[in-house]
């Protein structure tokens, strides 16, 4: 079953904008990854923030986490078409569980 | 590093018939996960492997379905017989730090007639 939900279910931006996912999930976890998918193509690994973590940065992606909430956010600036995809979180706990995902579309 | 391998990139398949997917993962990752992507149920582990061993395989949905990992470089997902519900994006993950930082391969599309 699904661990992750995320909102919103489809994004749509310009380039330049920033994006922003939110995934909720349900139970205490190891860690929270978040991957992209590009139409058609295997899932890439984008970041990893550990359950004792607050906030990552890797280049233009932020990710945040609240246990409290049991949300996580990524946040991705100055988005360019190539950014165009869909967008994953997945939970750890004893394995590997994945949300439902976010499609997010950058138009020049 | 070619990343990891499946093949066939896409298959069309009667209903009955028997399905072999193959994956080869990345040289020196000692885990390996199947999984299996619909719109309906999205992203779902089958099964995975560490050191060629079977871990968990409580995703596989029936008995149709098994796997095998024969050698640190292939493994296979079948199955026998197959069913228009099986159609699916079936991916091949392989990663050196167990569920983290998992690599995918391109997937197999399996179309079930």
């Known amino acids: 079953s699904q661990q992750g939900e995320e909102d919103p279910q489809a994004l749509s931006i310009q380039e330049g904008e920033n994006a922003t996912m939110n995934c909720s999930y349900k139970t205490s976890i190891n860690n929270l990854q978040w991957y992209r998918q590009n139409s058609g193509r295997g899932l890439v690994h984008l970041i990893l923030?550990?359950?004792?973590?607050r906030e990552k940065h890797s280049g233009r992606l932020r990710v945040t986490l609240d246990t409290s909430k049991k949300s996580s956010s990524l946040l991705i600036t100055a988005s360019r078409a190539a950014d165009t995809a869909s967008y994953f979180c997945?939970?750890?706990?004893?394995?590997?569980?994945f949300g439902t995902g976010t499609r997010l579309l950058v138009s020049p | 590093d070619a990343g990891v391998i499946q093949s066939p990139r896409h298959e069309v398949t009667e209903m009955g018939q028997e399905v072999t997917l193959r994956c080869k993962p990345i040289s020196g990752h000692d885990y390996l996960f199947w999984y299996r992507q619909t719109m309906m149920r999205g992203l779902e582990l089958l099964i995975y492997?560490?050191?060629?061993?079977?871990?968990?395989d409580s995703g596989m949905p029936e008995d149709r379905f098994s796997a095998k990992m024969p050698n640190a470089s292939f493994s296979t997902l079948k199955i026998q017989p197959s069913e228009p519900r099986d159609s699916a994006v079936y991916f091949c993950?392989?990663?050196?730090?167990?569920?983290?930082?998992?690599?995918f391969g391109p997937g197999t599309r399996l179309t079930v007639l």
């Open positions: 492997f560490n050191n060629n061993v079977p871990i968990d």
């Open positions: 923030i550990r359950s004792n973590e």
């Open positions: 993950a392989s990663s050196l730090r167990g569920h983290n930082e998992q690599f």
């Open positions: 997945a939970t750890v706990v004893e394995e590997l569980v």
